[in-house]
């Protein structure tokens, strides 16, 4: 029985640790970490709705005739090419989080409506070219069609969009090994 108890208790700290949110989980009066390379950037967009940008290699030197291609929602929303100075702009845009993909790099900016923007906002971009990019979310790339873009990004999508459920699924799928070990130990005792 005592050991049931532990079996129970133990399931239940599982579940609750899979649903509740990091920030909970974080003790409180901590100052935040660092924020990540990988995570958007504020950009505050240019009248009409136009991004400018610059794309380099690691060095420095500017990429000219560089396709751009930029993304929102598992689509494609812009597509540009750099000119001899390495410049794109993509007019039409609004607010959001979008990625700016080329074939040799990418980048994850937030962009802001002209006069929205935090004070941090910078009014343009720089997408560096040959980084060795390590992340753990999938994303097209410039030139991959549209019916395989969001092949392998949609199931990720849903269980990010529903992290209750994902939670739920988690919690039963550890709890149910559990529940069936204890009615197994309390087959195992005297009959009366």
């Keep these: 029985m005592r050991r049931r108890n532990i079996q129970t208790v133990l399931a239940a700290i599982a579940c609750v640790g899979t649903i509740c949110p990091p920030s909970l989980a974080a003790e409180a009066g901590s100052t935040p970490a660092a924020e990540p390379a990988s995570m958007a950037k504020d950009v505050a967009l ?8 610059q794309v380099t290699d690691q060095q420095g030197a500017v990429r000219a005739g560089t396709p751009v291609s930029i993304w929102q929602n598992e689509r494609e929303v812009v597509t540009t090419a750099t000119d001899a100075n390495g410049i794109f702009a993509a007019q039409g845009l609004r607010g959001g989080q979008y990625q700016v993909l080329t074939p040799q790099g990418q980048a994850l900016y937030r962009l802001w409506a002209p006069e929205t923007a935090p004070p941090a906002a910078t009014d343009s971009v720089v997408v560096v070219t040959g980084q060795d990019l390590v992340r753990g979310q999938w994303a097209p790339t410039v030139g991959t069609p549209s019916w395989a873009a969001g092949y392998g990004g949609r199931w990720l999508d849903w269980v990010r969009s529903h992290p209750y459920i994902t939670a739920g699924v988690v919690a039963a799928a550890i709890a149910a090994p559990i529940a069936v070990a204890a009615t197994d130990d309390d087959d195992d005792g005297p009959s009366s």
């Design 46 to 53: 240019r009248p009409g709705g136009v991004l400018v940008g």
